[in-house]
């Protein structure tokens, strides 16, 4: 069967994905990653040359929709908070389709400081605008009165430390495997209600 240009390609971001996340950065092989795309290594070279090229490819597409997806939410004509519920949610849902993303960037990115740099410069420009659009909005609520003082930066993190802890809470307790285990869903439903809950608490005046 032949596969069109962009279906290749996206065969192989996905098996470098599953290869990274499973193996880290060093243990992943460009060979392996070939095999589980279902193209020969000649291909794989062919649209990414290298292995860093491969990983600089997936951390801009996750950043680019996880950016996206914030942005939406302050685009909408919905009340402030609502925004912020709806921010919340799609991070927190995004996680969940990519439940090992967090590990692998505590295990890979946190502990090497070439992987930080890049983070640092490829991935941070790329939230500015966002951050930007952030600022304006937060910045008249502020005046208003409607909630209290908080930098963008801040409320994001705040977004993402409590998100992210939350699937680390899960994968330690439940474990990679149980995806349709019915309590790790519930704990996961409550996580997410409860994280609402405390971001929208933490903004009230």
């Known amino acids: 069967m032949e596969l069109n240009n962009q279906n290749t390609e996206q065969l192989i971001l996905q098996a470098a994905e599953t290869v990274f996340f499973d193996k880290g950065y060093s243990g992943a092989k460009t060979t392996e990653i070939a095999k589980i795309a279902g193209v020969n290594h000649a291909l794989l070279h062919y649209y990414f040359r290298t292995k860093e090229n491969l ?24 009340p402030f908070f609502e925004k912020i519920k709806i921010a919340i949610e799609t991070h927190f849902d995004f996680i969940g389709t990519n439940p090992k993303m967090p590990m692998f960037i505590l295990r890979e990115v946190v502990s090497n400081k070439e992987k930080r ?15 930007a659009d952030m600022e ?70």
């Open 136 to 205: 304006k909005i937060i910045a008249e609520e502020i005046a208003k009165g409607n909630i209290s003082p908080i930098k963008p930066i801040d409320l994001m993190i705040n977004i993402a430390s409590l998100n992210v802890l939350s699937y680390i809470a899960a994968q330690v307790y439940f474990g990679f495997d149980s995806e349709n285990n019915d309590e790790l869903n519930e704990f996961l439903l409550q996580r997410k209600k409860n994280n609402v809950d405390v971001i929208l608490k933490s903004l009230q005046p």
């Open 117 to 131: 740099d890049f983070i640092i410069e490829k991935i941070f420009p790329r939230a500015y605008g966002v951050l």
């Open 55 to 78: 990983f600089t490819k997936i951390f801009e597409n996750k950043a680019d929709f996880l950016l996206k997806t914030f942005k939406y939410s302050f685009e909408t004509d919905l």
